[in-house]
């Protein structure tokens, strides 16, 4: 049967301080009404009941995932006792699915995505989920790169394979080039960015993982066998605290001969930085902003107005921010050390409560 796993643990430090530890991202209302959450769920309906929707949260978050998603069942919330990257995430929930259905076959969406197009979004799952019951493989969806962006992985294309949409055997993963390489890769035409929407069927995706991170998969099938049982909190717990953390890209992702990429045809945005949300802003004056904002002399700048009025007056290539208690003013050539920043400040201890 068929699966969606929604991540929803990440804390958004990027976009740090509109997304906070207690309310991160993914929470978070910016472009339309309804929380990124809130629209990832509503967006793969047309092909996942709800009752075969899940979300990977950590415990601080659960009841935030409770409120938005009321409809979905609380044994559908799978809970992490620490975060620990996203193949230790996915792989929990691959554990968890497997113990339920030998066949399961996952979906698994980020809960920060901006996607327009919805219908053929839904085609492209259809076929990837066709690519991976046929070839036992790792489907992901690559979109055409339209900048050489640095804050993305890409996936350059091999061999055409059969459907209807656009489908390659995966020739190899490289995770967030330097910016020289980016332009490279662009020029080249062959590569796509890695969306981080992977299809996959629960047991192949486990053989991977015990190919290439032996030492995870030996955590998870002894909490596999524990599923269901009066221990199995305490011992996810036991088994997260000797996980050593990585990324499903790294990994698995970046190793597997098994991986597939179908090529996107619809809108896609990673909603994971300041300038991929400053894309949703209104043009003002050569400036992309928002709430109350008043610019002069100035270009190119990104403002998140709130309440009070913000003026730029001779200013070029800021991120000006106001989140009410915090007020960020950045290069936007530092959009990529957010997360350096919000480290320094956890260090001080009189601001550090500002997090």
């Not at 796509?192 to 290439?212: H, I």
């Not at 990429?261 to 990673?270: A, Y």
């Not at 998140?304 to 921010?321: C, P, S, T, Y």
């Not at 050539?333 to 919000?342: C, D, F, I, S, T």
């Amino acid at each position: 049967m068929l699966y969606a796993l929604i991540l929803a643990g990440g804390k958004g430090i990027r976009l740090y301080p509109l997304s906070r530890e207690k309310n991160p991202k993914q929470f978070l209302k910016v472009i339309n009404d309804k929380s990124f959450l809130r629209n990832t769920v509503d967006r793969i309906k047309p092909l996942i009941s709800k009752e075969n929707i899940y979300v990977v949260t950590n415990e601080e978050y659960l009841d935030k995932v409770y409120e938005e998603l009321p409809e979905i069942n609380k044994d559908n919330i799978f809970v992490e006792p620490a975060n620990k990257e996203t193949a230790t995430c996915i792989g929990l929930s691959a554990v968890k699915l497997l113990k339920k259905d030998k066949d399961a076959a996952m979906v698994v969406l980020p809960s920060d995505h901006y996607i327009e197009g919805e219908k053929i979004f839904i085609d492209t799952l259809v076929q990837a989920v066709e690519i991976a019951e046929r070839r036992r493989g790792l489907i992901t969806i690559g979109v055409t790169p339209t900048r050489p962006e640095t804050g993305y992985g890409y996936i350059e294309m091999g061999a055409r394979i059969s459907g209807d949409i656009a489908s390659y055997k995966v020739e190899r993963f490289t995770e967030k080039p330097n910016i020289e390489v980016a332009k490279d890769f662009l020029l080249k035409g062959t590569y796509l960015w890695n969306s981080g929407m992977f299809v996959w069927r629960a047991d192949v995706f486990l053989r991977e993982m015990e190919k290439y991170l032996p030492k995870m998969y030996k955590n998870l099938m002894t909490i596999y066998q524990h599923i269901g049982e009066e221990a199995e909190h305490e011992v996810i717990k036991e088994q997260y605290n000797l996980i050593d953390g990585i990324s499903v890209d790294f990994g698995i992702m970046q190793k597997t001969r098994k991986g597939y990429v179908i090529k996107c045809e619809f809108v896609w945005d990673d909603i994971g930085s300041f300038a991929a949300l400053g894309r949703f802003l209104g043009n003002y004056r050569g400036n992309n902003v928002s709430g109350n904002t008043f610019m002069e002399q100035s270009e190119n700048c990104y403002v998140f107005g709130d309440k009070r009025l913000i003026i730029g007056f001779g200013i070029k290539d800021l991120v000006i921010v106001d989140a009410g208690d915090v007020i960020l003013v950045m290069d936007k050539n530092k959009e990529q050390e957010v997360k350096h920043l919000v480290n320094e400040i956890r260090k001080e201890d009189t601001i550090k409560k500002f997090l």
